[in-house]
């Protein structure tokens, strides 16, 4: 902590402006021997048996891929809203279809930023680390990452209608005679295996994200503005499977950063603001 002398003597010839701009830069700029938050959460996830990391739009974002809060908002004057859902198909297979191929398009010419790299390398070099991500762009698993969480679906897969058994398929375009992609197993009109408002996260994926969280020493949150509250619910899971594991005790301590450029509501214990490309491969440096 910096202690101000009770009286400090003004050099001759110094206005009070000057004076007190060196003053300023003599106390603040110098290094502190005090930890801050990033080497504290550095230290945490160094630590930390089990990780589970979190993340949201604004890490994609970073790559360049459109985000539903903002460029991606509106197509064709119809707001994301619109389209994402199953009336919305099954009112409109062939609409609902275009947007979803353009949105590959933009996807693919897209690719992993510094972030996702960071993760899919600090994930490799130790145990204990699980992705869930909100994501549907695939970027993850593009960086390196083996079998990510992918809660809300994949922009890269098809489920069929009958059976909504999936399948991958990376086309940008449909040769069928209807313009729509068929499964190979019953011959239906498949959609985009996205999870559509109105619907259930997919309960294998949620399960296991569910699993991760009660698991984890540290969740890492990244890039997501928590009006989505995948990530609330998750830290709410982990805090109240602590709280039933030891009701008469002090449950074991949960620690939630949280890295992301724009403020959120996503509740947490350390917060650093800023890109996530910048942050996260000094945060997860080996």
């Known amino acids: 902590m910096i202690e101000w002398k009770k009286y400090i003597i003004r050099p001759w010839g110094l206005t009070n402006a000057t004076f ?24 945490l996830l160094r630590d930390a048996k089990d990780v589970l990391i979190i993340t949201g739009a604004g890490i994609s974002a970073e790559s360049g891929v459109p985000t539903f809060r903002g460029s991606g908002e509106r197509w064709r004057n119809r707001h994301f809203s619109e389209l994402a859902s199953l009336r919305a198909f099954e009112q409109d297979p062939r609409l609902i279809w275009e947007w979803y191929l353009y949105r590959r398009s933009l996807v693919a010419a897209c690719e992993p930023n510094a972030a996702h790299l960071a993760i899919a390398d600090w994930a490799k070099s130790r145990r204990g680390v699980e992705l869930a991500t909100q994501n549907v ?4 698993e593009r960086a390196g990452f083996v079998q990510p969480f992918n809660l809300h679906g994949s922009l890269w897969r098809n489920a069929c209608l009958a059976c909504m058994r999936e399948r991958e398929d990376d086309s940008l375009a449909f040769d069928a005679k209807d313009g729509l992609p068929r499964s190979p197993c019953h011959g239906y009109v498949e959609r985009p295996a996205i999870v559509w408002f109105g619907e259930m996260l997919p309960k294998e994926e949620a399960d296991q994200a569910r699993a991760a969280a ?7 949150v990244i890039g997501t503005s928590g009006l989505v509250p995948t990530a609330e619910r998750l830290i709410d899971c982990a805090k109240a499977a602590r709280a039933i594991s030891n009701p008469f005790g002090t449950p074991s301590p949960l620690v939630v ?24 491969p000094r945060l997860l440096e080996r």
Not at 264 to 280: K, M, T, Y
Request: aromatic letters at 4%.
């Open 214 to 220: 009660v698991m984890a020493d540290v969740i890492l």
């Open 257 to 280: 950063i949280e890295v992301n450029l724009e403020p959120s509501h996503v509740p947490c214990d350390i917060r650093l603001q800023g890109r996530a490309g910048d942050i996260l």
């Open 137 to 140: 762009d695939g970027l993850h």
């Open 20 to 43: 007190c701009a060196r003053v300023h830069r003599s106390l603040f700029e110098r290094r502190m021997p005090m930890p801050t938050q990033f080497t504290e959460a550095r230290r």
